[in-house]
């Protein structure tokens, strides 16, 4: 099939009435990744496009037609949230988009195997090409998009080999720690850390793939916090946002509503684990959690 790269249909979002000091931009639904841990506010890393509707979901915009690159779209799936709109200041409108890139990766409207061109998503969020072109940059050196010269960048495509890989990784780093977090850490620490773990159910109960990614990154990040070592903290942040990306075809990592629920479940129950102290509960709670992730 010859590559489109039609930008009718939704078209770019103008520049708002704040001139130079903002830009209105609108990636689809909502919150990108930084808003979507309700009472966890302050685990989450960063706020996106839309990041001001709490359980958004960042996506392609205009659902009537999914984003252009090189290719023309089908419809994506139906949206998270009911479309919003959100003032950007233009200072950070890179990161910004860094986000709301991140967040249509997660929920499947950046597709394994397709090329999207800068120029085409830079009109789609009311930016030159510039901003956007770094973000994907951004992306490309996080792994999850590869630069196709003269056309624009590719969403990785993933096999059930690297996700189950990641689980195993990320159960060497996290494993240990807890348990080790499990023996020092009091309880009403523990406790403390409960309005993120019920943040993750009620993210989940969304269906939205996206709300729930950013959920869960919280609940983990704000775990392994407790250790007091930042380096571990990125790393497995890393290893977690990778593992939570869309493998090619669809797959095994494709969740339903009623997995992603099942594994929130699993945060309230390691709490309580953690707080009775119980390393054995605490060791089979988090081995499961990972086989879960990679068996999707």
Not at 208 to 230: I, K, M, P, Q, W
Not at 249 to 258: D, N
Not at 277 to 292: K, P, T, Y
């Amino acid at each position: 099939m010859t590559p489109s790269t039609d930008t009718s249909g939704g078209g770019p979002l103008k520049q708002g009435a704040q001139g130079s000091a903002g830009t209105e931009v609108s990636w689809g639904a909502g919150a990108s990744e930084g808003a979507a841990t309700g009472a966890g506010a302050g685990a989450g890393a960063g706020a996106g496009v839309g990041a001001a509707v709490p359980g958004g979901q960042a996506r392609v915009p205009e659902q009537a037609g999914a984003v252009r690159g090189e290719h023309t779209h089908s419809e994506p799936s139906a949206p998270c949230a009911p479309r919003v709109r959100a003032v950007v200041q233009r200072a950070s409108v890179r990161g910004q988009i860094v986000d709301a890139l991140r967040a249509a990766l997660v929920a499947g409207d950046l597709r394994p195997g397709e090329v999207y061109s800068a120029p085409v998503l830079g009109e789609r969020f009311g930016v030159s090409a510039t901003p956007v072109r770094e973000a994907m940059q951004q992306l490309a050196l996080e792994g999850a998009v590869e630069v196709v010269p003269n056309r624009g960048f590719r969403v990785v495509e993933r096999g059930a080999r690297e996700l189950a890989e990641l689980a195993e990784v990320r159960a060497l780093i996290e494993v240990p720690v807890m348990l080790r977090l499990a023996r020092t850490v009091p309880a009403e620490r523990w406790a403390e850390l409960r309005p993120l773990a019920e943040a993750t159910v009620r993210a989940a109960s969304t269906g939205c793939r996206a709300t729930y990614a950013e959920s869960d990154r919280g609940f983990h990040r704000a775990v392994l916090s407790l250790s007091g070592n930042e380096q571990l903290v990125q790393i497995a942040e890393n290893l977690h946002r990778r593992a939570q990306w869309p493998l090619a075809g669809g797959g095994p990592g494709v969740r339903g509503r009623a997995d992603l629920v099942a594994d929130a479940h699993e945060h309230t129950a390691l709490l309580d684990a953690l707080i009775a102290r119980d390393l054995e509960v605490v060791r089979v709670l988090v081995g499961e959690h990972f086989a879960g992730a990679a068996g999707g």
